[in-house]
């Protein structure tokens, strides 16, 4: 998720923990970053972490704040914050001062709900595959039509 080859010394972060931070990115099953993965991405204590984070006790999902961490949008109270890529990466190089913040998207394995969307993809296609060759018959059927009602007459 981080590249700090440059001013590794900044935060007390090393090329090392970034490498740890990608690692643990990278093994997660989903693109949302619990509580616990930004500690270790940011490389700060727990504590710290939700100091940095835009919570209310009043409001559940308070407006975006440029100088907090700022959650996903969660509907009860007793849901875990969880935290887009993108949002840790603003905040490192926004407000942390890391340098050379770098997001790395990876694709989740496919789910039944892919499988089922390629599948239907594929039937599609060969629908229309069936729809074109039909219609190119017709045409010739047609063309054939006409021309022999020509030669006749």
């Known amino acids: 998720m981080f590249n700090s080859s440059a001013n590794t010394g900044i935060n007390g972060r090393t ?3 970034v490498n740890n931070a990608l690692n643990a990115v990278a093994d997660s099953s989903h693109a949302l970053l619990t509580i616990d993965e930004v500690q270790k991405t940011l490389n700060r204590s727990r504590a710290s972490v ?3 984070t835009n919570t209310d006790q009043r409001n559940l ?3 975006f704040n440029p100088r907090k961490l700022n959650t996903e949008f969660r509907s009860d109270q007793k849901d875990q914050l969880l935290f887009h890529p993108n949002e840790v990466a603003r905040f490192a190089k926004d407000i942390l001062r ?3 913040v770098t997001v790395e998207i990876f694709n989740s394995p496919s789910s039944e709900t892919q499988n089922t969307l390629i599948a239907i993809l594929e039937e599609l296609k060969i629908i229309r595959t069936h729809i074109l060759k039909q219609s190119e018959l017709n045409n010739d059927i047609s ?3 006409k021309d ?3 030669n006749a007459a």
């Open 15 to 17: 090329e090392e923990a």
């Open 50 to 52: 939700y100091r940095y």
């Open 61 to 63: 999902n308070p407006p």
């Open 98 to 100: 890391i340098k050379e």
């Open 143 to 145: 063309n054939h039509l």
């Open 148 to 150: 022999s009602k020509r």
